[in-house]
C-alpha cells in the first residue's frame, strides 16, 4: 500500500513521521507524567513505527504510472475497516454504557469504568470515531467520482486519516484516564483539539483541490454537504475549543467562556455538531450512493438547492433551544424556538427529495437491502428531524428535557440515519474498490438489516416511554400540590425500560457483528469484476 | 455536460448536469413544500409578535404578550404558595398532638412527606427507611435520638454532629487506636458485645463483662440497654448502624464512631420538618 506512494510522498511521509514521533516525544518530556505523558508517548510511538513502514519501501521503484488511470481507493478501504473496527468498539462499549443503567454496580470498583468516563468513549466512539471515519473514507469516494478525478495527491489523504485516528485514540484513552473538557461532545482537551485543527484543515484543503480538478462543469450536491461538513465543523470546533491550558505541560485547560456564554457557545457547538457532522456529512453520503444505487435520478433539484441553504442558514440558529428554561434570556429562548420550526421543511425536503428519487424503484428497495438501508435512512433522517423541531417548542421541551427521551432522539437520529445510511454506503462501496462483484452474501445482508430495524425500533420505543414517563412522573402534583413523586421513584420506574433499551442494543450490535464478518469475507473472497465509474483523462502529478 | 432527456418514471425532464451517471430531475418544488414553508414561518413570525424575541443592542423586544420566565416562574410559585398557604401555616404552628388529630391535615403531611423523604432522606436512609451500614434503619422501633414527632424533628432541624449550634452531638471513642483496650480486649470485647444481641446476663463474673462494666456502661448503661436521647445505642437488641457482624464491631471499638447527619434547617422549612417528622415516626408500624 505504501509502495503505491511515489518517491517524493514516501520522502514527506518519512518526514511527517519523524516530525509526529519529534511531537510525541516533546509532549511526553513536557508532561514527563500522567495522561498527556502517554499521549506524547502513543504518538512517538506511532511516529516511529511510520517511519520504520516507511523507511522500508523509500527506495523502492516508483509505482506504475498506470495507477493515475484509476482512483485513488487504498485510504477508502482502510477508512471504512477503521470505521467498521471503532463502530464495533463503541457500540460494545454503548452496550456497556446501557447495562450500567440496569445493574449500576458492573464498574468492579475501577474508575476507568465508571459511567462518567466511557459514556463519552461511546459517544465520540460513536459519532466521531464511526461516523468521522466513515465521512472521511466515503467523501474520498464520492469526490473522486462526481468529479472524475484523483485525489490531489495520495499523501495527505494518508495525513487525514491517521491523524485523524491518532486525535480519536488520544479522546478515548484520553477519557478513560480522567482527562476531559467537560463539554459534551467536546470533551478532548487542549492538545488534542490543536492538533484536530491541523488535520481538519488537511482535509479542507485536500477537497478543495481534488473539487478544483474535476472533470465535470458543476459541483455535485454531495460534494456541497461534505463541504459544509468541513467547513462548519472546523468552525464549531476551534470557537467552542478556545481553552486556556493550566500549564503547557498538562492536559488540564479552562474555556475562556464563563456562565451562560460559555453554555450558549457550548450548545450552538453542540447542536451544530449534529447538524454538520450527523446531518450534512451523512446528507453528502445519501446524495450519492442513494442514486447509484436506486439507479435513479435525483428526484429534484430545486429540493435540493432549497433543503441544502435551509439547512446551512437555519441550523445555526437553533443551539439555545437546548438551552430552554434556564438562565439564558427568554428571547435567545424564543429564537432558537421559532428558527428550529422553520428548520423543519428543509431538513423535510431532503428526506422527501431522497424518498421521491426512489419512484420507479420500489421493487429495487424490496429485493436489495443495500438500498433499503438508505431508505430507511431516509425515513428516520425525517422522522428524527420532525421530533428534534417538535422538542425544540418550548412547552414540549418543558416535558421532554432532561429524560430519556433525549437519549431516544439522539438513538433514532444516530442508529436510524447515521448508522444505517453508513452500512448502505458501505455496502455499496466494499465490492466496487476491493474488486469485488458483489457481497460475500447478500443473504448476511438482510439479516444485518433486519437485526438492526429490530435493534432500533425496540430502542427508541423503549426510551421515548421511558422519557415520558419519567417528564410526567416529575411533573405530577399531588392533592396537597407537592410533587408527588421523588426523584428515585422516577429512576425505579426506569428499569424496564432500561432492560428493554440494552436487548435493542444487543440486536443492533449483532448486526453491525454480522456487517463486519460480511465486509471481512468480501475483502477476503475471489477478485472479481466490479464495474467502476470512468475516470476523466488524468494530467501527470 | 449531457443533453436534456425525459424520465419515464415521473415524466419530467432532466437538468442536463451529469456526474458520472447521476443526474437530476428538473421537477418544481411541490406545492405541498411551498405551504408548509409558509406555515412554519407564518409560526414563526406569531412567535416573534407575541414572545420576547429580537436583541435591539441593550435591549430586546419584549413581545405583545410581554412574558418572562423569571416573572412568570416567580408568579407560579407564588400561586402555588398560597394555595397552600393556609394548612401549611397550620402544619407549621399547631403541636403534634392537634395535627394528629386532625385527619384532612395529617392525610396531607403524610402525602407531602413521602416525596420530601425521597429526595431529602432516602439517599441515606434507603428505600422506606431501610437504613444501610452507617445509616440507621428508620422503620424499626430501634430510636437513638427518640422516635416521637418531637424528637424526630429536633434530629432533622439540628442534626447530628452537625454544624448547627445545637446539634445533637454523639462520639464512640476509638477505644483499640488510643491505647484504652489492647487488641486481646478487644476481641475478647467484640464476642462480648455481639452476645449481647440474645440477651444480657446481670452479675457476669466473666472479665469481658468486668471490662464492659468499666469501660461501656457509662454511656450505654449498666444493662447495655442505651441511654435514648445521649446517641449510646442500645446493644441488646437486633438493630445496628455500622452492623453486627463480628468484623464491624471489631473496627467500631478499634476506631471508634462519629456518624454524621446534616442539619436541614436552612434546606427545608418548619412545615416541611415537621411533616417529615410525622411521616418518619409512622414508619415503624407502615413497614410491619
Known amino acids: ?541 | 455536460m449531457s443533453k436534456i432527456e425525459r424520465d419515464p418514471v415521473t415524466g419530467y425532464t432532466t437538468t442536463g448536469h451529469d456526474w458520472n451517471g447521476i443526474k437530476e430531475l428538473n421537477s418544481p418544488i411541490p406545492r405541498a413544500v411551498i405551504i408548509f414553508i409558509i406555515v412554519t414561518h407564518l409560526a414563526a413570525l406569531i412567535g416573534w409578535i407575541l414572545l420576547p424575541t429580537w436583541p435591539l443592542g441593550r435591549t430586546f423586544t419584549k413581545g405583545v404578550l410581554e412574558v418572562d420566565q423569571k416573572t412568570d416562574l416567580a408568579a407560579d410559585i407564588a400561586a402555588a404558595n398560597t394555595a397552600r398557604a393556609d394548612w401549611m401555616a397550620r402544619m407549621a404552628t399547631l403541636d403534634f398532638d392537634a395535627i394528629r388529630a386532625d385527619p384532612d391535615l395529617m392525610a396531607r403531611a403524610l402525602e407531602t412527606a413521602a416525596p420530601l423523604f425521597g429526595q431529602n432522606c432516602e439517599p441515606c436512609h434507603g428505600k422506606n427507611g431501610i437504613g444501610g451500614p452507617g445509616f440507621p434503619q428508620l422503620s424499626d422501633n430501634a430510636w437513638i435520638w427518640g422516635g416521637t414527632s418531637e424528637d424526630i424533628s429536633k434530629t432533622i432541624t439540628v442534626g447530628i454532629n452537625s454544624a448547627h449550634p445545637d446539634s445533637r452531638f454523639a462520639q464512640m471513642p476509638a477505644f483499640g487506636r488510643d491505647e484504652m483496650l489492647d487488641r486481646t480486649q478487644i476481641g475478647m470485647m467484640t464476642s462480648y458485645v455481639q452476645s449481647l444481641s440474645n440477651g444480657f446476663i446481670a452479675n457476669d463474673p466473666s472479665e469481658a463483662a468486668t471490662l464492659f462494666q468499666d469501660n461501656c456502661a457509662a454511656c450505654h448503661g449498666e444493662d447495655a440497654r442505651g441511654v435514648e436521647g445521649t446517641g449510646a445505642l442500645n446493644l441488646t437488641d437486633a438493630a445496628w448502624i455500622y452492623g453486627g457482624d463480628a468484623a464491624s464491631i471489631w473496627q467500631t471499638l478499634m476506631n471508634g464512631r462519629e456518624g454524621h447527619m446534616p442539619t436541614w434547617q436552612s434546606r427545608l422549612s418548619t412545615a416541611d420538618i415537621r411533616m417529615l417528622a410525622l411521616y418518619v415516626e409512622a414508619m415503624p408500624g407502615k413497614l410491619q
Not at chain 1, 425525517?382 to 421541551?397: H, K, Q, W
Open chain 1, 1 to 541: 500500500m505504501i509502495a503505491q506512494l511515489s518517491r517524493t510522498e514516501r520522502q514527506w511521509a518519512a518526514v511527517l513521521a519523524i516530525l509526529l514521533a519529534l511531537l510525541g516525544l516533546t509532549m511526553a518530556i513536557a508532561a514527563r507524567q500522567g495522561p498527556m505523558a502517554v499521549h506524547g508517548f502513543m504518538a512517538l510511538a506511532l511516529g516511529v513505527g511510520l517511519f520504520i513502514a516507511v523507511g522500508s519501501v523509500l527506495e523502492k521503484p516508483q509505482p506504475a504510472t498506470s495507477r493515475l488511470a484509476q482512483y485513488y481507493d487504498d485510504p477508502t478501504k482502510v477508512g471504512i475497516a477503521l470505521a467498521m473496527a471503532w463502530g464495533l468498539f463503541a457500540m460494545g462499549i454503548g452496550l456497556w454504557v446501557a447495562a450500567l443503567m440496569v445493574w449500576p454496580d458492573a464498574t468492579f470498583g475501577h474508575a476507568w469504568m465508571s459511567y462518567g468516563r466511557i459514556r463519552p468513549v461511546h459517544t465520540t466512539g460513536v459519532i466521531f470515531a464511526f461516523g468521522g471515519n466513515a465521512l472521511i473514507a466515503t467523501s474520498f469516494h464520492v469526490m473522486q467520482r462526481t468529479s472524475r478525478t484523483r485525489l490531489a495527491d495520495q499523501l495527505s489523504p494518508w495525513f487525514v486519516l491517521v491523524g485523524y485516528n491518532l486525535f480519536l485514540v488520544w479522546s478515548v484513552t484520553g477519557y478513560m484516564m480522567g482527562v476531559t473538557q467537560s463539554k459534551e461532545y467536546a470533551e478532548p482537551e487542549w492538545y488534542a483539539d490543536i492538533w484536530l485543527v491541523v488535520v481538519w484543515v488537511a482535509y479542507l484543503v485536500l477537497y478543495l483541490r481534488t473539487l478544483a480538478r474535476r472533470a465535470e462543469p458543476h459541483i455535485y450536491v454531495a460534494n456541497w454537504y461534505y463541504l459544509a461538513f468541513i467547513v462548519v465543523v472546523a468552525v464549531l470546533h476551534i470557537v467552542n475549543g478556545f481553552a486556556l491550558p493550566v500549564s503547557f505541560a498538562g492536559a488540564k485547560s479552562y474555556t475562556v467562556f464563563s456562565g451562560v456564554q460559555d453554555a450558549m457557545v457550548q450548545w450552538w457547538y453542540g447542536h451544530n455538531a449534529v447538524a454538520f457532522f450527523m446531518t450534512s456529512g451523512f446528507l453528502g453520503m445519501l446524495y450519492y450512493y442513494l442514486p447509484v444505487r436506486s439507479q435513479r435520478p435525483i428526484y429534484s433539484y430545486r429540493l435540493s438547492i432549497l433543503s441544502f441553504w435551509g439547512i446551512t442558514f437555519f441550523y445555526l440558529w437553533v443551539g439555545s433551544h437546548h438551552l430552554h428554561y434556564t438562565a439564558l434570556p427568554h428571547w435567545v429562548q424564543t429564537l432558537g424556538m421559532t428558527f428550529s420550526i422553520m428548520l423543519l421543511v428543509p431538513s423535510w425536503a431532503s428526506a422527501g427529495n431522497a424518498i421521491a428519487t426512489l419512484n420507479g424503484a420500489w421493487g429495487r428497495v424490496r429485493d436489495d437491502a443495500t438500498l433499503r438501508f438508505m431508505f430507511v435512512a431516509a425515513v428516520f433522517y425525517g422522522l428524527s428531524t420532525f421530533e428534534g423541531s417538535f422538542m425544540a417548542i418550548r412547552p414540549v421541551n418543558a416535558l421532554s428535557h432532561y429524560t430519556d427521551w433525549t437519549v431516544g432522539h439522539v438513538h433514532s437520529g444516530a442508529l436510524g440515519w447515521l448508522a444505517m445510511v453508513t452500512f448502505g454506503a458501505f455496502y455499496s462501496t466494499v465490492p466496487l474498490i476491493w474488486g469485488r462483484k458483489a457481497m460475500y452474501s447478500a443473504q448476511l445482508i438482510e439479516w444485518h438489516f433486519w437485526l438492526a430495524l429490530a435493534g432500533l425500533l425496540t430502542y427508541v420505543f423503549s426510551l421515548w416511554n421511558a422519557g415520558i414517563t419519567q417528564g410526567l412522573m416529575w411533573r405530577t402534583y399531588n392533592a396537597a400540590g407537592t410533587l408527588n413523586y421523588s426523584f428515585i421513584e422516577s429512576i425505579d420506574a426506569m428499569r424496564p425500560y432500561y432492560i428493554a433499551r440494552f436487548l435493542g442494543g444487543v440486536l443492533f450490535l449483532a448486526g453491525i457483528c454480522v456487517g463486519a464478518v460480511n465486509i471481512w469475507l468480501t475483502v477476503r473472497g475471489v477478485r472479481g469484476q466490479a464495474p467502476d465509474r470512468p475516470l476523466a483523462l488524468q494530467g501527470a502529478e
